[in-house]
């Protein structure tokens, strides 16, 4: 007994839709992990401007999730816009640890480096952040400092103008700009 192509396509179809309707294929549902849904609250809450309110959600996040970049990111970022810079210096290194690409990143550790008096890695943050395609003042102010604290103030100069051509309301460039012609005369 030979079963036609149209017969068996049909009894194919048949149990498909039975299968289907009996239970089908189980398909997963995956909830967003929980670290995920306040990492986002977290930034939203950045974003909003409720600084305060994002560090300390943030500061958890990393307690209990230390691989989270976003989480140490904005972190640095929400210390940061509430003048805590230097404060910001570990979560930017422990997000350059897990996101080691970040022209951002290297420049912001690199002028939070620089408030905390640690000129010399500073600079080499500031350099990594300008190969990595930095366009902001941060890097080049960081240089500015790093060379008038190590007494090359032709540099500092040259760096401080840098800045100012990228940012002419940085303030503390045309200090840094100041002292540097100051200490070339």
Known sequence: MRISHKVASGFVSSLLILWF??????????AQDPADQTTAR???LYEQGKGPEAIKLLRVIVEKHPEDADAWYYLGLALNREG?????AP??????ALRPDSADAHAKLAFALILNND???????????????DQSPESH??????SLRSGAPEKAAEEAEATLKINPSFA???????????GLK
């Not at 309707?21 to 995956?30: D, E, F, K, R």
């Not at 000129?119 to 395609?133: N, P, S, Y």
């Not at 503390?172 to 100051?182: D, G, M, P, R």
Request: glycine letters at 8%.
């Open 84 to 88: 805590m810079i230097g404060n910001a």
């Open 172 to 182: 503390v460039a045309l200090i840094t700009k100041s002292f540097a012609q100051y």
């Open 119 to 133: 000129h010399t890695k500073a600079k080499a943050m500031a350099l990594r952040a300008l190969e990595l395609g």
């Open 91 to 96: 979560a930017f290194e422990r997000f350059i």
């Open 141 to 146: 102010y960081a240089i500015a400092e790093a």
């Open 42 to 44: 977290a930034i939203q």
């Open 21 to 30: 309707l009996i239970g089908g294929p189980t398909i997963l549902v995956h």
